[in-house]
C-alpha cells in the first residue's frame, strides 16, 4: 500500500514524513520520530500508556491513525519540559513519588497536564476522573493524586 | 496486526458520499474509530478501503433551538456533548452519562455518530437517546431519510444502516413538561461498559398526580438497546407505590433477554435489571414530581 | 547531632529525572542497527503431541528472515530450581509435546513485525490433540491425563511442615472448625510486557537487552540452554516496567530472540503482546485449601492443619517455592503450639503458575484471616483481641522453621484498634475488616545452586570525592537504586549526589540474586553497607595520621566531614581527605567490595516484617457491589530507610491486592484464559481506589542495615483477607471462594434470606 | 538411638519423624522405596490430605518400625 504524506507538529517541531495509511500515531511517534517517551501498554486501547495531546486534549496515540493526525499539533512527554526547565506537573510527581517503575508516568503526567491547563483548580473526585483511564499498575495512583492536587493548590507556580 | 487498506479523508458530506458510492460494499467508514480500530487490530475487520469522515466540519455541531428540539451532527466528540450548555441545560441526562462514557482520552476523539453506527448493545448514548425518544438522519448519495433511534437497532453490532449510507445527525424533541430522564450502568470499575444499564423517562399528568407517559430502556440486557414496554404500561396513568414498583421491576426483567459471559450469569443480568428498573423508575418518579425550576 | 543525615529523609527516586521526561530508555524501546523483529508462535491445544512442523511457506515469505522450532534448540529442560533435575521441566520451545494453551512452539524473525505475524499464519504444525485436566483435584485422581513422564498422578512437588502435637492440641480444643477456600490466580500486569532484543555476534558473545527482575538468574540460564559460556552472556536491564514476581525466570522472548539471532547474527527484538501476556507468562497460584482449627474458648490457638492443592500449570517454575511459603505463612504471624501443612503441586493443562507479590502468602492470609474471624464469632471475641492473644512477639522461635527477632505486631494491632474505635458507628451495610500479616525479608534457599554471596557490592570513591557504586540488584519501580545509592551515602557519611549508581549489567556489576521475595533492603543493603564501611575505614585511617590526636579518638564520617566522634568540631573535609588518600596510595583510588549471605537463619528468611490493614468497604444490598471507603495499614518494617518509596509501596501492594479480593477474574476455560486483555481483566482505576493512611510502628531488625526490613511485597498479603471480613461484618456472610465479585455476593445474600425465612 | 531412612540414609529420632521426612521429600528415590514395599505412596499422601487423623504417616511410620535400620 503506498505511503501517504502526514505533516504533523510534534513538541513544536513541524514535521513532513510519508506513512503507511495503517499506521497508528503512536508507531509513528515511536518508531520514525524516535520520542519513545510514550509507552504502549496493550492492544485494545484500554491502559492509556499512550496518551498525548493532540491539539490541547488528550487522545490515545494507539487509537488514532496517524493520518488522522494531519495537520495537528501534538504534545508528547518530551515536549512537557522546556529548555531543561521541568513542568509544575513534572516537579510535583517527583516530590510525591507519584512513578515507581515510570512506564506509564508518562502517559499519567499528559493526562494531569491537560486537566490543569483545563480546570486550574480541580476537586479530588474530578483529579480522579481525568486519570481514570491510566492504568498504573505500581503506585496505588494515590501519590499520582496528591501530586496533582499539590499542583493545583498552587504550590508550583512559575517562579524560581 | 492491521491489514493494509485504501485511505481516503472526506472533507464534505458530499464527498463522502461519493466513497460510500464508489467503494460499495468493500469499505468501513472511521470516524473516532474508538471501536474500529481495535477490531481491526486484531484482525476481526479488514476493509480495503477506509473512509475517514472525522474533518467533516458540517458533521460536527450542536444546535438546539426551543420549538424543534436538540441536533447533534453525528462527529461531534463525546467531550464536546458533556460540556454543551444547551445540553447541560435541557438535556442534563446526557451530561452525567457522556461523564461516565469510557475515559477522558476515548470521549475527547470518540464521536456520538461512531458510537451508534457500532451497534453495541452495551454502549451509553443508545439507551438514554431511546429514552429521550431520539430520531437520527441518514443519507446515501441519492436520498436522505429520518427514522426513530429505536428502529435504527436490528442486532449485535448491525444497524440499519445500508450500503451507501451515511449516519448525520441524531435529533432529540423538546422534552415535554414535566419530564425527567435518568440512567443508570451497574459495573465493577467506574466508566466501564455496563454489565446492565437502565435508562427510564418519565412525563406526569398536569396535576403531576400520575404518570402520562414512560420510557423504560434497557442496555447490555439484549441484542439491541430494548424497550420494557410492558413494564412501561403498568406504569402509565398510574400513581408510583412500592406495590408496583416491584412489579414493574419484575416485568422489565422479563423482558429483558440477557446472555451470560465472563462478567455475569444470565440470571444476575436480570436481577441487574430488576434493580436498576426499580432505582431509575423511583429516581424518575420523585423528579419529575418537582416543580421545574 | 541527627541520628541519621541520610536514612528516613525523604528522598526524591534517583531515576526520577529520567523517567518523568521520558528518557528513561527500557528493553521495550531498544532500536538497534539491522534489528529485526520477532513473534512466537503458540500452542492453540491444552493438550497434545507435536506430530509435523512444515516452516518452508513461512520461510519463503518476503522479509522473512528465519524460523526456529525446537529442533533448533539443545532440548534442554531447564527450570530455576537448578538444584533439583526433577524440577527442571520446561523447555520453552516444545519439542515433542505442548502441555499449555500458549506454549511456545516456534518463532520468526522478520524486517518487520506485521512480516513476522504473516508469517506465523503459514507455519504449518500437525498436533495429535491429547485429552486435558486442568483442575488439581483432577488431575491427581488415578487414570487422568498424565502431563510428564517423570510425574506420576501429575504430583509435581508435595511439602510437609510439621511441629507440635497436633492431634493432642485438637483434643484439647473447646472448639474446632474446618473450612475450605478456593484462591483463585492473579495476572502480574506489568505496564511494560515481557521483551528482549538478542545480539549475538561472530566472536560468539551474546547481548540481552530485556525486561527482568534479575538480569544474574537470565544470564546463568540463558548461558546453559543455549551452551554459551556463562560470562558470554551479558544481560542488560536498566529500567524494568514492573516485575510483581513475573520476571525473573528465562521467558520465551529472551530464549526465542537469543535463538533467532545467533541463528541470523543480527539483533532481534520480540515483545510480547499484552494477551501473551495474559495468556502465557507466569501468573498468581491457584489454590484449594482445607483449613481446621482447634481453639480454646478463650480464644487461645492451639492447632492448626492446612491442606493445599495447588493448580500447577503445566512446569514447574517458581510454584514450588510458593507451596512452601503458603504453608509457612499459614502459621502467621501467630504463636501456634502445634501445626501441620500438607501441600500439593499438581501438574494441570494450564499455564504454569509461579511467584506474583507475595508469593503463597496471599492466599494463606485470606484463608488464615476469613477463619480467624469466623472463630471469633463463633466465640463472641472482638477479632483484635483474638489476634492480640495469639500475636507473634520479639524472640519467639517458630519451631524449626525461623526465629522473630524484631517484631511489631501488638503496637500495630493497637494502633489500628484506635483507629476503629475512631470511626464510631458505621451506617447499614458498612463494615470494617482486618487481618494481620508477615512476611520475610529475603529467602534463605539457594534452590538455583549459585556459588556466589546471594548479594555484593562494590565501591569506588574517585579523586573528586564522588562515589562509584556497583551493585547486582533489580530496581524494578521499587526504588532499590534510591535505596542503595542512600545506605551508602549515609554510611560512607556523604550526601546522594556524591553517589553515582551502576546497575542493571551482567557485565560490570557484581552477582546479586535479583528483586524477589523481597530481599534487596536486606540483602543487597548489607552487602552496599559492608562496602561502604570498608571503603570508609581506608578514608579514616589517612584522616587519623593528619589528624594525629595526642590520645586516640575513634574517627567518623557525617555529612563529607571526618571528625573526632568525641570532638565533632575537630575534622577535615571529606574532599580533602580523599584526595590526599588517593595521592598517598599512589594514585589509587579507594575501592572496597562488600557482600551478604545469610548464615543460620532458619528455614526461610533472616527477618520478618508484620503489620495489620483495616479496610472500611459498602455493600450494594441490591446488586452484592463492593464500594472500598478506607483502607489504613499499620506496618512495621523496621528502620524506614526513604518514607516516600515506603508509601508508595504500601498503597501499591494495597491497590494490587484490593483487585485480588474484589475485581481481578481471569476466567478459564478447558485451559483457555477467556478475558486476556485490560478491558475484560479488571484492575483498580484511580477511580476506585478508598482513602490509604498508613501506620509508621518503627523497630530495629538487628539483622538489617540500619535495622531495615521488607516492604511492600507483604502488604499484598492482607488486603483480600481484610476486604472479605469487611464484607462478613457489613452483612453478616463470608464469601471462601476468591474473587469476592458482586454475583457472589449477591448469592450468599440470598441464601441468607432464604435461611431467615426456614 | 534413631532410625535410618533406608533410602537417604538420614538418621531421624523416631519412625513417625522418619515418616515425615520421607514424604516430606518425595522425590523419585523416596517414593521408589515406599512402593517397592507394597504401599502406594500417592495414596498414602491423598489418604493423609483428605482424611483426618494422620493416617498416611502412621502407616508409613508402622512399615518403616518393621523395615528402616536402628542405629545408636
Redesign the interface.
Known amino acids: 500500500m503506498e505511503k501517504q504524506l502526514l505533516r504533523i507538529t510534534v513538541n513544536n517541531e513541524y514535521h513532513e514524513l510519508y506513512v503507511k495509511p495503517k499506521r497508528l500515531l503512536v508507531e509513528v511517534l515511536r518508531d520514525e520520530l524516535e520520542l519513545t517517551g510514550t509507552k504502549r501498554g496493550c492492544n485494545t486501547g484500554a491502559c492509556c500508556a499512550c496518551t498525548v495531546l493532540l491539539n490541547g486534549v488528550t487522545v490515545k496515540s494507539c487509537s488514532i491513525l496517524a493520518m488522522q493526525a494531519d495537520g495537528t499539533e501534538v504534545t508528547t512527554v518530551e515536549g512537557l519540559a522546556e529548555g531543561g526547565k521541568l513542568s509544575p506537573i513534572q516537579r510535583s510527581f517527583l516530590d510525591h513519588g507519584a512513578y515507581q517503575c515510570g512506564f506509564c508516568t508518562s502517559g499519567m503526567l499528559i493526562s494531569a497536564t491537560a486537566l490543569i491547563n483545563e480546570k486550574p483548580s480541580p476537586t479530588k473526585k474530578q483529579i480522579k476522573e481525568a486519570i481514570h483511564g491510566n492504568i498504573c499498575r505500581c503506585t496505588g495512583y494515590n501519590s499520582i493524586i496528591r501530586a496533582i492536587k499539590a499542583v493545583a493548590e498552587g504550590k508550583y507556580k512559575e517562579e524560581e | 496486526?492491521?491489514?493494509?487498506?485504501?485511505?481516503s479523508?472526506a472533507k464534505t458530506v458530499k464527498e463522502a458520499l461519493g466513497l460510500l458510492e464508489e467503494h460499495k460494499e468493500n469499505y468501513k467508514i472511521?470516524c473516532g474509530?474508538?471501536s474500529l480500530?481495535?477490531l481491526m487490530?486484531?484482525g476481526l475487520v479488514a476493509p480495503a478501503n477506509?473512509i475517514?469522515i472525522?474533518?467533516i466540519e458540517e458533521l460536527s455541531y450542536i444546535n438546539f433551538k426551543p420549538k424543534d428540539g436538540l441536533k447533534i451532527g453525528a462527529a461531534t466528540t463525546h467531550?464536546e456533548i458533556e460540556k454543551s450548555s444547551p445540553v447541560k441545560k435541557h438535556y442534563p441526562v446526557l451530561v452525567s452519562m457522556e461523564?461516565n462514557l469510557?475515559?477522558?482520552?476515548?470521549r475527547?476523539?470518540g464521536t456520538i455518530g461512531g458510537n451508534l453506527a457500532h451497534g453495541d448493545p452495551a454502549g451509553d448514548p443508545g439507551p438514554v437517546f431511546v429514552a429521550l425518544n431520539a430520531t437520527v438522519k441518514m443519507a446515501n448519495k441519492e436520498r436522505e431519510r429520518t427514522i426513530p433511534l429505536e428502529e435504527f437497532f436490528i442486532d449485535y453490532f448491525e444497524t440499519a444502516l445500508e450500503d451507501g449510507e451515511l449516519l448525520l445527525e441524531v435529533q432529540l424533541p423538546v422534552v415535554p413538561p414535566r419530564t425527567a430522564t435518568v440512567y443508570e450502568k451497574?459495573n465493577?470499575?467506574?466508566?466501564?461498559q455496563g454489565i446492565v444499564s437502565v435508562a427510564v423517562s418519565i412525563t406526569m399528568e398536569k396535576k403531576g398526580s400520575s404518570c402520562k407517559d414512560a420510557r423504560i430502556v434497557l442496555g447490555a440486557a439484549a441484542s439491541i438497546p430494548i424497550r420494557a414496554k410492558k413494564a412501561e404500561k403498568l406504569l402509565i396513568g398510574q400513581k408510583l407505590n412500592n406495590g408496583l414498583l416491584e412489579k414493574i421491576g419484575k416485568r422489565a426483567s422479563k423482558e429483558a433477554d440477557p446472555v451470560a459471559d465472563?462478567?455475569?450469569?444470565e440470571e444476575?443480568r436480570r436481577?441487574?435489571v430488576e434493580?436498576l428498573t426499580?432505582?431509575m423508575v423511583r429516581k424518575a418518579w420523585d423528579q419529575a414530581r418537582k416543580p421545574a425550576r | 547531632m541527627k541520628k541519621y543525615s541520610v536514612i528516613n529523609t525523604p528522598i526524591h527516586n534517583i531515576d526520577g529525572i529520567a523517567k518523568i521526561t521520558g528518557r528513561a530508555e527500557y528493553a521495550f524501546d531498544i532500536k538497534l542497527p539491522h534489528m529485526l523483529y520477532g513473534k512466537i508462535l503458540r500452542s492453540p491445544y491444552p493438550h497434545a503431541k507435536i506430530l509435523k512442523i512444515n516452516t518452508k511457506k513461512a520461510e519463503g515469505l518476503t522479509g522473512v528472515k528465519a524460523v526456529v522450532t525446537g529442533k533448533d534448540t539443545l532440548g534442554i529442560k531447564q527450570g530455576i530450581w537448578r538444584r533439583f533435575k526433577e524440577l527442571c521441566d520446561e523447555e520453552i520451545l516444545a519439542r515433542s509435546k505442548v502441555r499449555y494453551i500458549g506454549e511456545p512452539v516456534a518463532a520468526v524473525a522478520a524486517v518487520d513485525e506485521d512480516t513476522a505475524e504473516e508469517a506465523m499464519d503459514l507455519i504449518e504444525i500437525e498436533y495429535e490433540s491429547l485429552p486435558g485436566v486442568f483442575e488439581p483435584i483432577e488431575a491427581i485422581k488415578e487414570g487422568a491425563p498424565q502431563l510428564h513422564e517423570h510425574a506420576e498422578r501429575n504430583i509435581n512437588v508435595t511439602r510437609h511442615i510439621e511441629w507440635g502435637d497436633v492431634d493432642e492440641g485438637f483434643k484439647k480444643a473447646d472448639h474446632v472448625r474446618e473450612d475450605w477456600f478456593r484462591c483463585s490466580s492473579q495476572h502480574h500486569v506489568c505496564m511494560e510486557t515481557h521483551n528482549a532484543v538478542a545480539s549475538f555476534t561472530p566472536d560468539k558473545k551474546l547481548t540481552v537487552w530485556t525486561s527482568t527482575q534479575s538480569h544474574y538468574y537470565i544470564q546463568v540460564l540463558l548461558s546453559w540452554v543455549l551452551g554459551l559460556r556463562e560470562n558470554d552472556v551479558r544481560v542488560i536491564s536498566r529500567y524494568t516496567g514492573g516485575g510483581f514476581g513475573s520476571k525473573f525466570e528465562l521467558d520465551s522472548a529472551q530464549f526465542c530472540s537469543s535463538l533467532l539471532s545467533m541463528k541470523l547474527f543480527k539483533p532481534v527484538k520480540i515483545i510480547l503482546t499484552r494477551e501473551e501476556e495474559f495468556m502465557a507468562t507466569k501468573r498468581r497460584t491457584p489454590m484449594f485449601y482445607y483449613l481446621r482449627t482447634g481453639v480454646k474458648k478463650d480464644g487461645t490457638f492451639l492447632a492448626k492443619e492446612g491442606r493445599v492443592f495447588t493448580e500447577g500449570g503445566a512446569y514447574t517454575s517458581m510454584g514450588a517455592t510458593a507451596l512452601y511459603l503458603t504453608g509457612f505463612f499459614q502459621a502467621f504471624p501467630y504463636v501456634w503450639p502445634s501445626y501441620r501443612y500438607d501441600g500439593y503441586r499438581v501438574y494441570t493443562n494450564t499455564a504454569p503458575t509461579s511467584a506474583m507479590r507475595g508469593f503463597g502468602a496471599p492466599q494463606a492470609t485470606f484463608c488464615a484471616e476469613t477463619q480467624i474471624d469466623l472463630i471469633a464469632n463463633d466465640l463472641g471475641i472482638d477479632p483484635i483481641k483474638i489476634r492480640r492473644k495469639n500475636a507473634m512477639y520479639p524472640g519467639y522461635e517458630v519451631p524449626g522453621q525461623a526465629t522473630i527477632q524484631s517484631c511489631g505486631l501488638s503496637q500495630c494491632l493497637d494502633k489500628i484498634e484506635k483507629w476503629i474505635k475512631s470511626q464510631g458507628k458505621l451506617p447499614p451495610n458498612r463494615g470494617i475488616g482486618i487481618a494481620a500479616y508477615g512476611f520475610m525479608s529475603g529467602g534463605i534457599f539457594n534452590w538455583f545452586d549459585t556459588p556466589y554471596a546471594f548479594s555484593s557490592a562494590v565501591i569506588q570513591v574517585n579523586i573528586d570525592g564522588k562515589v562509584d557504586l556497583y551493585i547486582g540488584s533489580q530496581d524494578m519501580g521499587q526504588g532499590s537504586n534510591t535505596t542503595m545509592t542512600m545506605i551508602c551515602a549515609e554510611e560512607l557519611g556523604v550526601q546522594v549526589e556524591d553517589i553515582r549508581l551502576h546497575m542493571g549489567d551482567t557485565e560490570s556489576c557484581p552477582v546479586d540474586l535479583g528483586a524477589w521475595g523481597s530481599r534487596e533492603t536486606l540483602m543487597q543493603g548489607n552487602a552496599v553497607k559492608m562496602a561502604a564501611a570498608k571503603a570508609k575505614q581506608q578514608i579514616i585511617e589517612y584522616a587519623a595520621a593528619k589528624l594525629s590526636p595526642n590520645i586516640v579518638y575513634d574517627l567518623d564520617i557525617k555529612d563529607r566531614w571526618v571528625h573526632l566522634i568525641a570532638r565533632p568540631e575537630r575534622g577535615l573535609s571529606y574532599y580533602d581527605v580523599v584526595k590526599e588518600a588517593i595521592r598517598g596510595k599512589d594514585g589509587q583510588p579507594i575501592i572496597a567490595r562488600g557482600h551478604y549471605t545469610p548464615h543460620r537463619k532458619g528455614m526461610i528468611s533472616p527477618a520478618y516484617s508484620f503489620g495489620v490493614q483495616a479496610v472500611d468497604a459498602e455493600v450494594d444490598p441490591d446488586t452484592g457491589k463492593i464500594t472500598l471507603k478506607n483502607c489504613v495499614t499499620a506496618h512495621d518494617c523496621g528502620q524506614v530507610i526513604n518514607p516516600l518509596g515506603v508509601k508508595g509501596q504500601l498503597e501499591g501492594a494495597m491497590a494490587m491486592a484490593a483487585g485480588y479480593g474484589y475485581t481481578e477474574d481471569p476466567s478459564m476455560d478447558e485451559g483457555k484464559i477467556l478475558n486476556p486483555n485490560l478491558v475484560d481483566y479488571k484492575v483498580l482505576r484511580a477511580t476506585e481506589m478508598p482513602e490509604t493512611k498508613v501506620i509508621e510502628v518503627e523497630t530495629y531488625e538487628p539483622e538489617g542495615p540500619f535495622g531495615a526490613k521488607e516492604a511492600g511485597e507483604g502488604l499484598t498479603n492482607p488486603t483480600a483477607g481484610a476486604l472479605g471480613n469487611a464484607v462478613f461484618h457489613a452483612t453478616g456472610l463470608s464469601v471462601k471462594n476468591l474473587p469476592i465479585t458482586p454475583e457472589k455476593v449477591l448469592e450468599a445474600l440470598k441464601e441468607k434470606k432464604k435461611k431467615k425465612k426456614k | 538411638m534413631g532410625y535410618k531412612c533406608p533410602s537417604c540414609g538420614k538418621i531421624w529420632p523416631d519412625t513417625m519423624d522418619l515418616a515425615r521426612h520421607v514424604f516430606g521429600t518425595g522425590d523419585q528415590a523416596h517414593k521408589d522405596w515406599v512402593n517397592s514395599k507394597g504401599l502406594n505412596f500417592i495414596e498414602l499422601l491423598l489418604i493423609q490430605t483428605m482424611e483426618p487423623g494422620n493416617k498416611g504417616y502412621k502407616t508409613l511410620a508402622e512399615l518403616l518400625e518393621k523395615e528402616a535400620e536402628k542405629v545408636d
Do not use: C, E, P
Request: no cysteine; net charge positive.
Open positions: 496486526m492491521i491489514r493494509d487498506f485504501v485511505y479523508k472511521i474509530g474508538q480500530l481495535i487490530r486484531q477506509l475517514d472525522k474533518s467531550s461523564k469510557a475515559s477522558v482520552q476515548t475527547n476523539w451497574f465493577i470499575i467506574k466508566n466501564d465472563i462478567h455475569a450469569s444476575y436481577h441487574l434493580a426499580k432505582r
